[in-house]
């Protein structure tokens, strides 16, 4: 079975929170959880101050941890970045990876394009770009079987989660080593 991706929605940063924790309980690594969630506590400034070229979708950094409490701060590759046309928004994990990717920006599409790069279907995607709009945290967890995509599945669930779905993955380093030399356009 190929990996994939176990994606959700939480309401809050506690929601999040209790979710990772459980996530890591139950033997699922830092590296491969994913969160995503706007940042409330002034990326822009910080964006800014940095040099960030929010056009083109880049990274600030990875100085933002301490932003994150509980378990959030415990996940690997934390960073702010601004995402062209959605604004400020903190990410860890593999997805920061994605987004901040040199195949990122304008020519994947911002949020819906990584999220779409990373095998969710884009009406998903947009509808997942919509809640973290609203202030809601979008998580997701590398599973490598069936059995790790159902207990992730059950963490989401049991947490009350919102949007629960599961995604076949690309590796981002397989995109960003790819996509360069493979742009082709289905038109």
């Given at each position: 079975?190929?990996?994939?991706?176990?994606?959700?929605?939480?309401?809050?940063?506690?929601?999040?929170?209790?979710?990772?924790?459980?996530?890591?309980?139950?033997?699922?690594?830092k590296n491969?959880?994913?969160?995503?969630?706007?940042?409330?506590?002034?990326?822009?400034?910080?964006?800014?101050?940095?040099?960030?070229k929010a056009?083109?979708?880049?990274?600030?950094?990875?100085?933002?941890?301490?932003?994150?409490?509980?378990?959030?701060?415990?996940?690997?590759?934390?960073?702010?970045?601004?995402?062209?046309?959605?604004?400020?928004?903190?990410?860890?994990?593999?997805?920061?990876?994605?987004?901040?990717?040199?195949?990122?920006?304008?020519?994947?599409?911002?949020?819906?394009?990584?999220?779409?790069?990373?095998?969710?279907?884009?009406?998903?995607?947009?509808?997942?770009?919509?809640?973290?709009?609203?202030?809601?945290?979008?998580?997701?967890?590398?599973?490598?079987?069936?059995?790790?995509?159902?207990?992730?599945?059950?963490?989401?669930?049991?947490?009350?989660?919102?949007?629960?779905?599961?995604?076949?993955?690309?590796?981002?380093?397989?995109?960003?080593?790819?996509?360069?030399?493979?742009?082709?356009?289905?038109?």
């Open positions: 079975m190929a990996a994939k991706s176990v994606f959700c929605v939480a309401r809050d940063e506690v929601q999040a929170s209790c979710i990772v924790d459980d996530l890591k309980m139950a033997g699922f690594s491969d959880i994913s969160a995503l969630l706007p940042d409330k506590s002034g990326t822009r400034d910080f964006a800014h101050e940095k040099g960030t056009p083109e979708g880049a990274a600030t950094g990875a100085g933002t941890g301490g932003v994150l409490g509980g378990a959030l701060g415990w996940l690997a590759g934390i960073g702010a970045l601004a995402i062209p046309g959605v604004g400020p928004f903190i990410a860890a994990g593999p997805i920061m990876a994605a987004l901040s990717g040199a195949a990122v920006g304008a020519a994947a599409g911002g949020l819906v394009g990584t999220l779409v790069g990373m095998g969710i279907p884009e009406f998903e995607a947009k509808r997942y770009q919509g809640k973290i709009r609203e202030g809601r945290i979008l998580l997701s967890v590398h599973s490598e079987d069936s059995n790790e995509t159902k207990r992730a599945k059950n963490i989401f669930e049991r947490a009350g989660a919102e949007d629960i779905s599961t995604a076949g993955e690309e590796s981002v380093k397989d995109k960003r080593e790819t996509t360069p030399r493979t742009r082709t356009t289905l038109d």
